[in-house]
């Protein structure tokens, strides 16, 4: 497991040196990394432009869970996957294996390395025209394989331990996302998984831009979670920030003075991370936009006098990306909808930016948190932002308080200007991670 | 106690471990090793606690790991169920 970096160690140089790669990796020569496909698992749709479109559309995710009775539960709400069935996308030799939240990955980056043009199984002869130690995946999973392990652990104690799967030994397993996709694609060039709660999803986003930087041309990366099952749930409602709220249009609301907490959410996005020169070289033919600045930083301890470390993240994000505040034309905040991290994201943003100084969304209202899932996921919005002008409005929050200072995009998708995005997610428990994406 | 037939093998291994597009089970594969039919040794881990419960018996580890072929394999889950009787 990985911490997010210090400040000191998020800026990496372009270092060719390091490459371990094969002689037909082209080393990093402009240092710049670009997203070339994207892959969408989540409650609202399932795949990119799906997901997209119900973003723009106001369509929620947001249900009752139906995975088990919830009576009883003092939560009841989700933003579930209904209508994902793990056997039309992938072979049933992955199925026995499998944790609901892998399968969402590895589809996720079926779906990416399909958009990007990568053939699946590529290998040395694939249509990228990369070897296999020339792609790497690094993916992020907040809560691991918490569905698989109930029913062993079900097993386990009903029916004894002979009974339990052999595939629990990797089900659980937070690297497991990073290992399936590692090995249903051969990519053997260097891989990682981090773990950084809900902030996890954008510093392994940042650490494949740190990978294509040091000569590994092509990186799968992104985060995806899952965990409905009644001992995922139970623990997450015991964190203390679920909503108890029962209706969904008024149960998320970040940023509203009713915030009573989050729904959570299932599934994630995977994209592809490819250095530039790269990806023009073998011809990949979108290029959704530039990962341009990345930071995390982390809370001082509790009782510290220190502010929290959101806005610094956001500083040191937009320095590595060498812009400005006024460069940013939308942001994708964290969207807590806890009173008090709502004040203190807006108190971040208005400290950056000035009051009204931006426009600032949180589509994921209609997902419901989807926790390593969600950073990556606004990343992909954050980009389809940047393509076609427009930002998804912020889900069933109606009634801001003024003193937060935040334009925040209500009621309708707004036209928006500029050629950058700052996406923000934070951690439980004090992590804050920063992504500026830039357009092509 | 019953002898476990090639039908049987088949459907643990397709039940613990699934099935891999490229191999047809359904043909002769007594002799086929079990790295050809796309199951590794987690799979045969998995479907040997699957025939032990099934049939009452306790595999040996290494023998169990060397079963290489379907054929192996029967051979010692049916010697072990015979000299059980």
Redesign the interface.
Known sequence: MSSPTTPGTTRSVPDPGTAAGTSAAPAARSGRTVVTGIGVVAPCGLGAEAYWKALLAGESGITGLSRFDTSGYPATLAGEIRDFDAREHLPSRLLPQTDVSTRYAVVAADWALADAGVAQEAGETGEAGLADYDMGVVTSTAQGGFDFTHREFRKLWDEGPEYVSVYESFAWFYAVNTGQISIRNKMRGPSAALVGEQAGGLDAVGHARRTVRRGTPLVVSGGVDSAFDPWGYSAQLAGGRVTTATDPARAYLPFDRAASGHVPGEGGAILVVEDADSARERGAGTVYGEIAGYAATFDPPPGSERPPGLRRAAELALADAGLEPADIGIVYADAAAVPELDRAEAEALRGLFGAYGVPVTAPKTLTGRMYAGGGPADLAAALFTLRDGVAPATAHTTDVPDDYGLDLVLGEPRAVRGRAALVLARGRHGFNSAIVVTAP | MAQMTLEELRDTL????????AVDLSGDILDVPFEEL?YDS?AL??SA?RI??AYGISLPEEATSEADTPRALLDLVNGITASAV
């Open positions: 397709v039940a613990c471990a699934g099935e891999g597009d796309g987690l881990m998995e606690a032990e419960r």
